[in-house]
């Protein structure tokens, strides 16, 4: 493979330390190498440019069946965006709900490498899997949703850990699963009653088993297989006036759990897209940010780590396997829905929202959103993620990041706002000053996702031996700048490598990689039971047999497969 | 006003998008550079000269621009679409998308339409002198947000589906009309001067909607509440009011709960 040395770019690394010093990074047969490592490398001359690992996204929504009924349900989406094959980059359209081949594409172009299909349906995981292996460069991964399956109920309930734990490992490796997932836990099977659960103790109905029992078993799970990434939770009460409370409950249930990992990480708890979570109030009317008390527990508390969620003010498409919380969005807005209910599984549903800087609403969570990252003690475990397409569209990214990094931008956004008195009453984004830096941006979209995902010996930093994921941006950190530039920078990489390849040569798309699909393998002891457990339920009440079930090789034409012994 | 005649001089095998034939695209040019605008057969681009002879010249703005076009246009698609200003006269039958997104200026054909003409129109005037297709007026499909303003007049019938997601404007259609009539509409005007089938104003919450003919069948959501003396398009009558779409959410204003209205002509 060919061999590349990056010289005498601004590099921002936080595995090496590197914080904006002139350092050369060289790449060889798909890993990143010491300088002298190389002979007679390609050079490439990033002198003036920042340089940074690729980019790691922890949870967005881009692909499978949700994402899919996304995109045939708002031909709207694609309206006037579409664009004709060019060069090596193929055909693509979508705004909110891209192509695959679009994904791919504009995730390269602000640098990512890395994305994680955040919400696998175990019964649709062929699907999912199908759009990953068309989203062309990057390394994907899918969390199977555990929190409403009824396997998962049933053992939970009498506290059956070790059960919990083969039933998991066992689904990983049927669907090609990369972690657990939990979303709205018992309150998306409550729906299947036209009920919810609004709390950690509200009991599933039929199965009489709390939030509480299957969030803290989830994670007992989750840690006795030492699987690389912690639990993924998407709690109870989203999108609610006053849902802190039951975030922090669930936070709490959390604590005195050590983590089981060989992979590095720290936390037993991801809470994703925390924003839809930090609401004080009782009403739309009073609803208030709750980010500080939010920060305050998470601060402290250093076996969790979040994603933001952040608004971005777009028109959007937003969804989830909250089927509830869907209804109660379509009944807000009066735009399309659509549901479907994912048989012993979990359900989804799917409702364009626009968030208008003129609705106070909408205001007050773009202000929460950025709260949370600045409110920060670690940025290592406060990851930027707009939940995509939920709270906006992936490519606001870079907007994000220049939202984080200025304060004159996030003025010029509050002075925009129509209720603007209103939005700073009930926020604290107008009190904060504080700047992030390119340092602490790549600690949260790079370093600290992919040590969240138990990939730190993969991805996230620049030290040799890690994966060849290297971004050059025209930026240059030491000369002024207006905010502007840096959305316009991170949005369009002059130089992008994924393994060594180079897909970005001088902002042009010049490959299309050789993107993996990665799955976790955990091997655990023989267990009839659960066995049993399975064939009977697929005799009984599945419509498809455990032969038309799993995901076999050809959905996955380039696996990287990691492994982990859990037997005992 | 400068003018530009284009006459089609090649058919396209399969179908032309010419979203370029706009005063907008015309502004400024002369002939020789007109007929280098793009236009699309399936994923090819071709000069707008390869199927067009085109003479004139165009005017300095939009406003100032005129364009006639001759012959079959049943093949070429997008004529006047998005243009904000200026005049097109097409004499001949034209395929879909005619004047769709149109924002101003005015588009009389001389002929038939097919399916979408005045799609997400937001202003201007539509003359059909013939018969429009399906979705006249209608929202681009899957949007919420249909025909804001402007004006459609078709002297002839007009098929399903005008009106669709309807928030503003005014289509009038001289002969009779297909099923769904205004369907989700959130306002505009819609008059009928023949007859009309079923499925008119379902789901409909505000607007207006005219029948001079007969309805083939009523909508169940739809109330009769009173006859009214009316003048419609410059023709006075007595017309039955019905409100509805009954069955959906609606809206208050100044404390008047407000109702898409269906107004049918009693015949003397
Ligand atoms: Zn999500």
Known sequence: ??????????????????????????????????????????????????????????????????????????????????????????????????????????????????????????????????????????????????????????????????????????????????????????????????????????????????????????IEANEYLGLPHSMHMHANNLGNPGNYTTTLDSFKLSEGIKPNSKFGRDQVMHHTHVQFHSYGGDSWANVESKAKEIMGYVNSHDNITIDMGQVTLDETTTMTADGPFEHHLTELNHLKWANADVELETGSGVVPYIYSPNIKVCAIQWCIGLELALLAKDPMRVFMTTDHPNAGPFIRYPRIMKWLMSQEAREQQIDAFKYKDKVIDATNLAGIDRELDLYEIAQMTRAGPAKSLGLAHMYGGLAPGLEADVAVFDFNPNESYVPDDIENAFSNARHLFKAGVQIISDHEIVSNGNKRTLWVNARVNENPQVMRDVKEKFLRYYTVTLNNYEVSGHYLPNPYVIEVDATQ | METVTLTIKNQPGLFLEADSITPDAFAGKKAEEIVDLPVYVGRDEHRLGDFFEVSGRAGATPAETKIVVNGDLSRVKYIGMKMTGGEVVANGNADMYVGAWMQGGKITVNGNVDAFAGTGMKGGEILINGNAGNYLGAAYRGDWRGMAGGKIIVKGNAGSDLGTFMNGGEIIVGGDVDVHVATHAEGGKIVIKGNAKRRLGGQMVEGEIYVFGDIELMMPGFAYRKDVDIEVDGTKGLFALYEGDLGERHRKRKGQMIYGKLYQRIRA
Not at chain 1, 73 to 93: A, S, V, Y
Not at chain 1, 124 to 152: C, K, S
Not at chain 1, 177 to 201: I, R, S
Request: charged residues 20%.
């Open chain 1, 1 to 218: 493979m060919a061999e590349f040395l990056i010289k005498n770019g601004f590099v921002f690394d936080p595995i090496l330390g590197i914080k904006g010093d002139v350092a050369d990074i060289a790449i060889k047969d798909g890993k990143i190498v010491e300088t002298s490592a190389v002979t007679k490398p390609k050079i490439i001359d990033a002198a003036g440019k920042t340089v940074m690992a690729g980019g790691v996204d922890i949870h967005a929504h881009v692909a499978g069946p949700k994402v899919n009924i996304g995109r045939n349900f708002r031909p709207e989406d694609k309206l006037f965006n579409c664009t004709p094959g060019h060069g090596i980059e193929r055909m693509q359209g979508g705004f909110s709900v891209p192509t695959t081949i679009r994904t791919g594409y504009n995730y390269a172009r602000m640098g990512y490498t890395t994305v994680m299909e955040a919400a696998m349906p175990p019964l649709y995981a062929r699907h999912t899997h199908e759009e990953m292996r068309d989203t062309p460069i990057l390394d994907q991964g899918a969390y199977p949703v555990f929190g409403n399956n009824w396997f998962v109920l049933e053992y939970l309930k009498n506290h059956e850990i070790e059960n919990t734990a083969a039933y998991i490992a066992w689904l990983l490796r049927a669907t090609k699963g990369y972690a657990v997932k939990v979303v709205n836990p018992g309150g998306t099977e409550a729906w299947a009653w036209g009920l919810n659960c609004d709390n950690v103790h509200d009991p599933v109905p039929y199965f009489d088993i709390t939030p509480a029992q299957i969030i803290k078993g989830l």
